[in-house]
């Protein structure tokens, strides 16, 4: 399960629907057995269809960290 803990919007979007708008995020995860989630509807807090942007970051309670990179993909769990 993925949780959200912080989001920062970027910008308005092509619209202003919040579903549509590009987020940088914190995510927490209940552990690293799963890649990280790329739509807001993995993450609890978050809407289907959120974008999750480069910068992004995951990280479990054990400190296990996922980032994702400047090409929309998250890198591996460390």
Request: aromatic share 6%; proline share 10%; charged share 20%.
């Amino acid at each position: 399960m993925f949780r959200l803990i912080s989001i920062h919007q970027i910008n308005k979007g092509p619209d202003n629907d919040p579903s549509n708008r590009p987020y940088r995020c914190t995510i927490l995860a209940d552990d690293a057995s799963a890649p990280p989630p790329i739509d807001g509807g993995e993450v609890e807090g978050m809407l289907s269809g959120q974008k999750i942007l480069p910068g992004s970051v995951c990280i479990t309670p054990a400190l296990d960290i996922a980032i994702m990179g400047n090409d929309g993909k998250w890198g591996e769990w460390v």
